[in-house]
């Protein structure tokens, strides 16, 4: 690997201003300095962040390189870099840049060479979006932790900041300084079809405590966390990937619930902060998304809560903020906005074009341009991509996936898992007293793509525990003939587990489970995404919540089924009857133990 003289040689131009060395302050001259050299073009690259297929920087398999010639114009991650001079690469599973740790790591150093040999080359930022739980790019041997509903039902911001630091020192084993979370949105709306248990619950009080200590985790790790999604996405109907989502809170509901997390994000010193493509009418009555309006984004967060971080998009080939403007006229109205970095245009080339001509023309200057490039130059500098850009391949195999990584995960999950129903009490049960167990139920797609199924890592696990478990996946929409064989199955068990998904009002999954109850066997429920299926399932004896169907949130369930623990977590969002959504059936903070 190169050493860190090769690394700043290779920045002809700026080696002068990189030599400075030393830890990022903010009086650091360097960002100044590299600014004052840079072309025009260079600067409307370091806005842009993009997406490239690949898991090399200069040689993907072939599949990857017509993608890429097909969205980009370019055959490899080396030559988007030489022909726009991003300042960001965001890594996507889709894309394959994650394979695997050691992988990641050599891409990552291959984008920055790429990078540092352009001339006044300078290091990119590299992102992902790792929240956990729902949404994670970065799978095994990487750790996985809870994600954030589960952290807001173990309640400890102890473990949101170990969290953050744990998983910050791996992405950055790896060369990812940027991650795009914690979620900061407060899930107040059941029926949220985006956020849901990716937000930490639905006091905003709550929320905001653990917004602030997981941004602690990641900045002591040397990764620059991003609160999302401004100024709040958690009570919409609608998702912004596919619409235009409209939040109707008055600017007082907005100040007392939305606003919360990302004053104390701020309070906190959160390195960044993502828009979201929504409509709120009370901020901003112009019909323009978040994203795209000055009144939100320089009004309310540069001038009234007085952050002066780099401010992201979400992505912009999202339907939410493609609905009014065309391709060409969303970045540049977002720059005017207040916006620093602009997150996966759908056509970079249109794009960043279009920001180019909107200086030369004079609609957006180039002071204003140079603001958000000192940004993100500054940010750069503050994560030691200055310094050293490139990653050791030793730290790879040290750091990602570390066994006390591992434990702290499971010791961490082990204090989430809520249970919400146990009558008799059915739970814990005994290998001695129920030792032959049925798993059924949902089998959702990993969200890493390296874990589960969810039936077979609870069998497992069970099994593991003493039990004699047999794993039988149904589905999220089993058929008659399916749920005929489960009953069946249910027959030759002493008790059933089933893993329930999203439930709705009248669902064959339902079906499902009033089913396998009258069979008289024990049936023990196991919410795996949203906790609000235990209202409409209420044959079940014993419910718990998981908050997620990944293996360290599932495996955390079996112990607590078994009695290996005792159940700790209290639920962060309240769950309203089924018949009747004005009444609360389980309020927030509850949560039954042993």
């Known amino acids: 690997m190169p050493s860190r003289r090769t690394v700043l040689a290779a920045g002809a131009g ?40 690949g898991h090399s920087a200069t040689a993907p398999d072939q599949t990857d390189l017509d993608a890429n010639l097909g969205e980009l114009g370019v055959r490899t991650a080396a030559e988007l870099l030489a022909r726009y001079r991003l300042g960001g690469i965001i890594y996507f599973a889709w894309a394959h840049n994650t394979r695997d740790p050691q992988q990641i790591a050599d891409l990552s150093n291959g984008i920055q060479r790429a990078s540092l040999q352009q001339p006044r080359g300078l290091p990119v930022l590299i992102s992902t979006d790792q929240e956990h739980g729902a949404v994670c790019r970065v799978g095994r041997p990487a750790t996985l932790f809870p994600g954030a509903m589960a952290i807001g039902a ?34 107040v709306n059941p029926a949220n079809p985006v956020i849901g248990v990716r937000s930490f619950g639905a006091d905003p009080e709550a929320v905001a405590a653990l917004v602030a200590a997981e941004a602690e985790g990641y900045r002591a790790a040397g990764v620059a966390a991003t609160a999302k999604h401004f100024p709040g996405h958690g009570d919409t109907t609608v998702d912004s990937h596919t619409g235009f989502p409209v939040i109707t809170h008055s600017r007082e509901e907005w100040e ?28 901003d009555d112009s019909g323009d998304p978040a994203t795209l309006s000055r009144p939100i984004v320089t009004g309310i967060l540069r001038e009234k809560l007085g952050y002066d971080g780099v401010v992201i998009t979400d992505a912009l080939d999202m339907a939410g903020v493609r609905t009014k403007y065309g391709d060409a006229r969303v970045p540049v109205l977002a720059l005017k906005a207040g916006v620093d970095q602009l997150l996966n245009p759908p056509d970079l080339d249109v794009a960043w074009h279009a920001v180019l001509k909107a200086v030369q023309d004079g609609e957006l200057t180039e002071d204003r341009l140079d603001v958000s490039v000192l940004r993100i130059l500054r940010l750069k500098a503050r994560l030691g991509l200055l310094d050293e850009p490139y990653v050791s391949t030793a730290d790879v195999g040290r750091t990602v996936g570390a066994p006390e990584h591992l434990a702290a995960a499971d010791r961490i999950a082990e204090r989430t898992t809520t249970l919400l129903v146990n009558e008799g009490p059915l739970l814990p049960l ?83 489970v009033d089913q396998l109850a009258a069979t008289g066997r024990p049936v023990v429920a196991v919410a795996v995404r949203n ?54 059936l389980y309020p927030i903070g509850h949560g039954l133990t042993y």
């Open 154 to 187: 173990g309640g400890s911001h102890a473990d949101a900041r170990t969290l953050g630091r744990l998983a910050g020192r791996e992405l950055r084993a790896m060369g990812i300084r940027q991650n795009y979370s914690p979620v900061a949105d407060v899930n």
């Open 14 to 53: 700026v080696t002068a201003a990189l030599a400075a060395g030393g830890p990022a302050h903010a009086d650091d001259p360097r960002p100044d300095e590299l600014l004052a050299r840079m072309t025009l073009e260079e600067k409307v690259g370091q806005v842009f962040v993009s997406r490239v297929y």
């Open 430 to 512: 005994s290998p001695r007293t129920h030792p032959r167990l049925l798993v059924v139920g949902a089998d959702p797609a990993s969200p890493t793509g390296t874990t589960g199924p969810p039936t077979g890592v609870l069998a497992a696990a069970l099994t593991a525990l003493g039990f004699r478990a047999t794993a039988l996946a149904t589905g999220t929409a089993p058929s008659a003939e399916t749920i005929a064989g489960a009953v069946t199955a249910a027959g030759g068990a002493d008790a059933v587990v089933v893993a329930t998904y999203n439930v709705p009002t009248a669902d064959a999954q339902r079906t499902l």
């Open 256 to 283: 007392t619930l939305d606003a919360v997390p990302f004053r104390a994000a701020i309070t906190a010193g959160v390195d960044s902060l993502m828009t979201a493509h929504i409509l709120v009418p009370s901020l």
């Open 531 to 584: 906790p609000y299926d235990v209202a409409r399932l209420p044959s079940v004896r014993a419910y718990l919540a998981a908050y997620s169907w990944t293996d360290v949130e599932l495996r955390a369930a079996a112990r607590v089924i078994a009695g290996a623990v005792a159940p700790r977590g209290k639920l962060p969002v309240p769950v309203r009857r089924a018949d009747d959504p004005t009444q609360v």
